[in-house]
Nanobody, 116 residues
Framework: QVQPVESGGGWVQAGGSLRLSCAPS?????????MSWYRQVLGQQRELVAS???????NLADSVKGRFAISRNKLRDSVYLQMNGLKPEDTAVYYC?????????WGQGTQVTVSS
């Protein structure tokens, strides 16, 4: 078992930046195969924003390419989302997700609000 814990959300004006962090609540013996960031707007489906695989390959949603970047600290099983050029449509609850042995582990989420 592993419990991801997010931090770094908040309020920012359009064009600003935020950096989200996610780390396990305690050390884990699990191998994390993939770490991801999802976001969800109330009443809408949760969508994948960015992911980084065990081998370091990354994937970004088209809507955030050129603005967001995902990175990790492999030794600490931590993952980060650097968000630049934020837009009001980026407003959502952002969730950290760990995948290990085909099981998914979710954080509680952190609110990001971008004002115009």
């Amino acid at each position: 078992q592993v419990q991801p814990v997010e931090s770094g959300g908040g309020w920012v004006q359009a064009g600003g930046s935020l950096r989200l962090s996610c780390a396990p609540s305690s050390r884990t013996a699990l191998r994390i195969d993939r770490m991801s960031w999802y976001r969800q707007v109330l009443g809408q489906q949760r969508e994948l924003v960015a992911s980084i695989n065990f081998d370091g390959t990354t994937n970004l949603a088209d809507s955030v390419k050129g603005r967001f970047a995902i990175s990790r600290n492999k030794l600490r099983d931590s993952v980060y989302l650097q968000m630049n050029g934020l837009k009001p449509e980026d407003t959502a609850v952002y969730y950290c997700n760990y995948r290990s042995m085909m099981r998914e582990y979710w954080g509680q989420g952190t609110q990001v609000t971008v004002s115009s």
